[in-house]
């Protein structure tokens, strides 16, 4: 690290001129290019391929932007810059030669939440919250973010959400409160530990951890290491869950502030320190006052049931947002009050119709088998539409698991072969059917045709797919969508102007 970027710790710091790499223009990297352009520096990004609206944002920013055309080979733009510092986008692999080959000259990396970091002073600095984990992000961040609005507090979710933190730090002209930042393991992986760029939250969380984006990261401890570095110099608290024995171990190991707290979670009853549920009530035994030094009375599993909280993954993100806001200083009663009007974001165990005694559930937020183990225990009978893109994980454990409660099984996807084996060796009496995209180029409608055929009353045709979905659709969203369509279709509940335009699926 060169003295001008350790310098750089501040908005008002001095970084005019300075040259600077930027690897994608997605929603992250146009918000780096856009910040770095404010900031007075000299910007070029460099994107394998670009949004046109983006990039001619960029034309009117006056910001450079090259091409490259082929990954092993710079483009000639970015020699022409000779970097000082590059900023990476999440979808770049550590491995991709571009990068690599910047590393080589020297050129130190940021991610772009190590950025947001260090020019979070434009108007004023922020809490920050953290939430990662393999499962369960999206929700805790959000719920964590509606009880600290409740409670009074100015605060946004940003981060791997889809709003970039860095369109967060810059909100003008009332500051945020506290900045609630959800970090997937691609962010993380680039945080620093140490240093002027290291964060120091407020609180953080790993809500768990199972096999997923080993392509990305090469292996299970790798993965493992990435999500651990959410502690690193956290000030106030660290929450884990008790259940998870890999979050408890990333909790021993992390250097914390002096003073943080660790702070567990689970469904059982909790210790001294901790937030769990007793006798139905779900209850803090760790942020006490000097009228309760047992427990306070967060909610009961009643009162969250009659919100549409009922599975048991979903009362533990209760008590992780929980525990984040209450290491804010956030009263129980806002969080009490708040869970009536808190609704979980689509695609995850969403209900969309039920008929003839069938449950229609949209579950396409499920990207790894440890998200679809979760979808898949709350359900007896099941007509499983499962597949897509694995990302080097195993699904053998997960259809092992839940054999015995699967009518059937959808194939869908690019990676089916790995999907089918699994079915054939672990669940050898369970009927499979594999969903072969129509002239249209879709596949859902003959997915949601094939588990019509074998569902029965009681059973629950279920899109979990346990793996990424950009094989045959834009996103997970995409793909949970096309499903409500087909669905609405298939029982009479839409029109032809009710789905969504075909897409080819890809190669």
């Keep these: 690290m060169t003295p001008r970027l350790d310098a750089l710790t501040s908005w008002h710091a001095d970084w005019k001129g300075l040259r600077v790499a930027v690897l994608g223009l997605g929603a992250t990297g146009f918000a780096v290019a856009d910040t770095l352009w404010e900031l007075g520096a000299r910007v070029l990004v460099v994107a394998e391929r670009a949004d046109e609206e983006r990039r001619r944002l960029l034309d009117a920013l006056g910001v450079g932007f090259a091409l490259q055309a082929e990954r092993a080979q710079?483009?000639?733009e970015l020699d022409e810059l000779d970097p000082e510092l590059v900023i990476v986008s999440p979808g770049y692999h550590p491995d991709h030669p571009l990068?690599?080959?910047?590393?080589?000259?020297?050129?130190?990396?940021?991610?772009?939440?190590?950025?947001?970091?260090?020019?979070r002073d434009k108007v004023a600095a922020a809490d920050w919250i953290l939430v990662t984990g393999?499962?369960?992000?999206?929700?805790?961040?959000?719920?964590?973010?509606?009880?600290l609005r409740a409670d009074g507090r100015r605060a946004v979710e940003a981060g791997n959400i889809g709003v970039p933190v860095l369109d967060a730090v810059r909100e003008e002209p009332t500051p945020y409160d506290v900045l609630v930042v959800e970090l997937s393991s691609y962010q993380l992986h680039w945080l620093p530990l140490?240093?002027?760029?290291?964060?120091?939250?407020?609180?953080?969380?790993?809500?768990?951890?199972?096999?997923?984006?080993?392509?990305?990261?090469?292996?299970?401890?790798?993965?493992?290491?990435?999500?651990?570095?959410?502690?690193?110099?956290?000030?106030?608290?660290?929450?884990?869950?008790?259940?998870?024995?890999?979050?408890?171990r990333m909790v021993e190991d992390a250097e914390v502030e002096e003073g943080c707290r660790a702070i567990g979670f689970d469904l059982g009853v909790p210790g001294p320190s901790d937030f769990g549920v007793i006798e139905g009530i779900v209850v803090d035994r760790a942020f006490l006052d000097d009228r309760h030094h047992r427990a306070l009375e967060l909610t009961t599993l009643e009162e969250l049931a009659g919100h549409g909280i009922d599975s048991p993954h979903m009362v533990a993100n209760v008590l992780a947002a929980a525990a984040l806001a209450r290491a804010a200083g956030v009263e129980t009663g806002a969080i009490?009050?708040?869970?009536?009007?808190?609704?979980?974001?689509?695609?995850?165990?969403?209900?969309?119709?039920?008929?003839?005694?069938?449950?229609?559930?949209?579950?396409?937020?499920?990207?790894?088998?440890?998200?679809?183990?979760?979808?898949?225990?709350?359900?007896?009978?099941?007509?499983?539409?499962?597949?897509?893109?694995?990302?080097?994980?195993?699904?053998?454990?997960?259809?092992?698991?839940?054999?015995?409660?699967?009518?059937?099984?959808?194939?869908?996807?690019?990676?089916?072969?790995?999907?089918?084996?699994?079915?054939?060796?672990?669940?050898?009496?369970?009927?499979?059917?594999?969903?072969?995209p129509g002239e249209d180029g879709q596949v859902m409608p003959e997915a949601v045709r094939l588990a019509a055929g074998v569902a029965r009353a009681g059973d629950?045709?279920?899109?979990?797919?346990?793996?990424?979905?950009?094989?045959?659709?834009?996103?997970?969203?995409?793909?949970?969508?096309?499903?409500?369509?087909?669905?609405?279709?298939?029982?009479?509940?839409?029109?032809?102007?009710?789905?969504?335009?075909?897409?080819?699926?890809?190669?």
């Excluded at 050129?107 to 947001?116: F, T």
């Excluded at 984006?213 to 884990?240: C, I, P």
């Design 134 to 147: 393999t499962n369960g992000k999206t929700t805790t961040t959000r719920m964590t973010g509606h009880f």
């Design 336 to 436: 009490h009050d708040s869970l009536a009007t808190f609704r979980v974001d689509p695609h995850r165990t969403e209900r969309v119709a039920e008929a003839d005694g069938v449950a229609w559930v949209d579950d396409s937020k499920a990207t790894n088998p440890h998200a679809a183990d979760a979808a898949l225990k709350a359900f007896g009978s099941v007509v499983w539409i499962v597949g897509g893109l694995l990302k080097g994980v195993d699904v053998s454990e997960l259809v092992a698991a839940h054999a015995g409660r699967l009518r059937a099984a959808v194939v869908i996807g690019a990676d089916r072969a790995e999907v089918l084996d699994a079915l054939a060796r672990h669940a050898p009496g369970v009927a499979v059917l594999e969903a072969v």
């Design 194 to 248: 140490d240093g002027p760029g290291a964060l120091h939250p407020l609180a953080a969380v790993c809500l768990n951890v199972a096999d997923d984006h080993l392509d990305w990261h090469g292996s299970r401890s790798a993965y493992e290491a990435a999500k651990g570095r959410v502690y690193a110099n956290t000030r106030v608290a660290a929450v884990y869950n008790r259940a998870d024995e890999a979050t408890m």
């Design 460 to 507: 629950t045709v279920l899109l979990s797919p346990a793996a990424a979905s950009m094989d045959q659709f834009d996103d997970y969203a995409d793909r949970g969508r096309r499903f409500q369509a087909a669905v609405r279709t298939r029982l009479g509940g839409a029109t032809d102007d009710d789905a969504p335009p075909a897409i080819a699926p890809e190669p």
């Design 99 to 119: 990068l690599l080959a910047l590393q080589e000259r020297g050129v130190p990396v940021w991610g772009d939440i190590e950025l947001a970091w260090r020019v």
């Design 74 to 76: 710079p483009p000639a």
